[in-house]
């Protein structure tokens, strides 16, 4: 009965070792494991899942927004 407790279930994991790519791929050769595709898109808009991971400090913070902002003109003020 155990067994089948966990038959079906989808379980999301997370590598931390190179090994581990290399076992999963054998258990799923020996029809033990399927391993499924990873999604892309997490349905998370990209500002909420990297807003704030940066740390920076308010004067890095600047450049860095002056650089986005010299950036963007840039590619408005292109001759193409």
């Known amino acids: 009965m155990l067994n ?10 997370q590598l931390t070792n190179l090994k581990a ?3 999963l791929h054998e258990l799923e ?3 033990i494991i399927k391993v499924l595709k990873k999604s892309n898109n997490s349905g ?3 500002s909420e ?3 704030g991971k940066l740390k ?3 004067e ?3 450049q860095f ?12 003020n292109r001759n193409i």
């Open 4 to 13: 089948n407790l966990f038959m079906y279930d989808t379980m999301l994991i």
């Open 56 to 58: 920076l400090s308010d």
């Open 49 to 51: 899942r990297f807003g």
């Open 44 to 46: 998370i808009k990209l």
């Open 21 to 23: 790519a290399g076992l």
């Open 60 to 62: 890095e913070y600047n």
């Open 65 to 76: 927004q002056k650089y986005i902002q010299d950036s963007r003109n840039e590619w408005e």
């Open 29 to 31: 050769e020996l029809n």
